[in-house]
């Protein structure tokens, strides 16, 4: 009888501490999937402490697991099997790590053992293989995770778990198919509406650009449990998109609030800052995260970067230094940084170097905008127009629409390139002048109310006809001056007119008209306008009231004028 009574009360403990680890393990589990990895680790630890079982032993190298742990995720795996060889999940944990190290075919080996073994009538087998299958960038398999949750349903002829189907939506969304993400996902709100199920179909209508559904989804997570970390997370990356970076930094502050400030959590969210454009926030984090001992090769990345993004740019390319004397990887935004970083210290030489480098691979940006500015600014004109038109090439491949600045770009280069053409090379002289007279002319068509563009135009065929015969510049000063006009009548323009080109493109339509047209109105019009601006040089006057027919209008030298740039 004693020994009846002692079974039952073993029995009856036994029974209550698997219930309350059962609790326990959920609040685990809850603590890893809200980014608090280290108080998942806690309760797992406290767990196995207090009974060292198969199943606690798997629990606490799954959390390590997630966390990125791998030693020591294995060495509890393998305590597991010790305890209880015939629990299988320890063993699925171990094929997992082989996943996370990308030993695809390895774990591929481990899981088909224990699906064997188990017939793959467990549930638990099934669902945590599944799982595995869509962790890991380069070692997923959403088509067999799909199959197994379908199995799950198969062979226990039972609804799936909440968890179940959030798996089955995971897969799916590794093979960007939206609608069954969805679909499952929301069976796994049917089953028990949780922030995390909620969150991820934010995710399915973001990657669909669906804004507002996205926004939805994200607010009824939020509504579900407004202290689940990932919510702050996805949404500062929501504002990112639309550059909206006080707002990303701020949600990105709360997410480590909400979340847990480990030191791997602090310095993703050191990179998370950069994106939003928070640099010194950025470097606070990377601080904090590498007095924990978090580090990794985008530390000096972000150390750079973010000094240079603030101005200090020799700490920056010192931290990118010491970067590839660590013989990290390197990566095309390193050498974008170093370009921006040696521009500005003044070493425009190197800042072309690494712009070059970086040009073709970086999809994102334009860097051969920068490499003509550059160049023009060093008046290597040649290098800036080639430069300048691979820019339109690159904003042509990506189906950007043109600026006129894009144009003018180009035909600055070109018009400087003319101007130094010596005056007895006039075929050359003629042909670089028609290349810039058109590039101008594809400004133009972009806008033609921008006054600078047109006279530079002007200016331009001026070196085109050489002889000063064809009068070519008369309609582009005559436009010049018409877009003068137009801007001084807008009253919301911050043009101020240039008295010189006035005065210029006064001058030779009094040689045009006294010239060609002998409109004497005309040319007293002019002569008028022009003596308003220089009263002073009487014998100025005089050139222009009896102008060298040889000689009209001979436009002032290149070097002087400013580069306009579009309003």
């Known amino acids: 009888m004693k020994v009846t009574i002692k079974s039952l009360f073993v029995a009856a403990g036994l029974l209550f501490a698997g219930m309350a680890n059962g609790q326990t393990i959920q609040q685990g589990l809850t603590q890893l999937d809200g980014d608090q990895p280290l108080k998942a680790k806690t309760t797992f630890e406290s767990i196995v402490k207090a009974a060292p079982t198969a199943e606690n032993y798997y629990y606490l190298g799954y959390a390590l697991l997630r966390s990125g742990q791998l030693e020591a995720a294995k060495a509890n795996f393998e305590k597991g099997i010790t305890a209880d060889v015939k629990y299988p999940l320890n063993t699925v944990g171990l094929g997992t790590i082989l996943l996370a190290e990308k030993n695809l075919s390895g774990a591929k080996a481990i899981f088909d053992k224990v699906l064997l073994d188990t017939k793959s009538k467990n549930a638990d087998v099934l669902y945590r293989i599944a799982e595995a299958y869509t962790l890991f960038d380069h070692t997923n398999d959403p088509g067999e995770a799909i ?335 018409a877009a003068v006009d137009a801007q001084k009548a807008d009253a919301s323009s911050k043009y101020t007119p240039n008295k010189e080109q006035l005065y210029e493109a006064y001058r030779y339509l009094v040689g045009y008209h006294n010239t060609v047209t002998k409109d004497l109105a005309k040319v007293q019009e002019f002569v008028t306008k022009a003596v308003e601006i220089k009263t002073e040089d009487p014998d100025k006057l005089k050139e222009i009231l009896n102008p060298t027919p040889a000689a009209p209008a001979t436009p002032a030298k290149p070097a002087t004028p400013a580069k306009p740039t579009k309003k």
Request: with cysteine; charged share 25%; net charge positive.
């Open 147 to 481: 199959r197994l949750i379908a199995l799950i349903a198969e062979k226990t002829k039972k609804p799936l778990t909440a968890e179940q189907w959030m798996v089955q939506g995971d897969a799916y969304l590794l093979k960007n198919d939206g609608g069954p993400a969805v679909s499952a996902y929301d069976q796994s709100v049917f089953t028990s509406k949780t922030a995390k199920a909620l969150l991820k179909i934010g995710v399915v209508y973001l990657r669909g650009k669906n804004y507002q559904q996205t926004v939805n989804s994200y607010q009824q997570s939020f509504e579900a449990d407004s202290s689940y970390a990932p919510y702050y997370k996805r949404m500062g990356e929501y504002y990112i998109i639309f550059n909206r970076y006080k707002q990303a930094a701020s949600y990105f502050r709360k997410y480590v609030e909400k979340a847990e400030a480990s030191p791997l959590i602090l310095l993703e969210t050191a990179k998370l800052m950069f994106l939003a454009k928070d640099y010194a926030g950025a470097l606070e984090y990377i601080k904090q995260a590498e007095a924990g001992g978090a580090r990794d090769n985008d530390v000096f990345r972000m150390n750079g970067y973010s000094l240079i993004e603030m101005g200090k740019c020799k700490e920056g390319i010192d931290n990118l230094e010491l970067m590839v004397k660590a013989g990290v990887k390197p990566y095309f935004l390193d050498n974008v940084y170093f370009a921006k970083g040696y521009q500005c210290v003044g070493n425009d030489s190197l800042a072309v170097h690494y712009f070059e480098q970086a040009a073709p691979l970086d999809t994102n940006n334009n860097h051969y905008a920068s490499i003509s500015s550059i160049r023009y600014k060093q008046k290597k004109y040649a290098e800036s127009a080639t430069a300048a038109l691979k820019a339109i090439d690159w904003k042509n491949a990506k189906k950007q629409a043109l600026a006129s600045k894009d144009w003018n770009d180009v035909a600055m280069a070109q018009y400087f390139m003319t101007a130094y053409t010596p005056r007895e090379d006039t075929l050359r002289r003629a042909s670089l002048g028609l290349a810039a007279d058109s590039s101008f002319a594809k400004a133009i068509a972009i806008n033609d109310k921008w006054p600078a563009f047109q006279i530079f135009r002007a200016r331009t065929n001026n070196y085109i006809d050489f002889t000063g015969t064809k009068w070519l510049a008369q309609p582009h000063y005559e436009k010049f001056l």
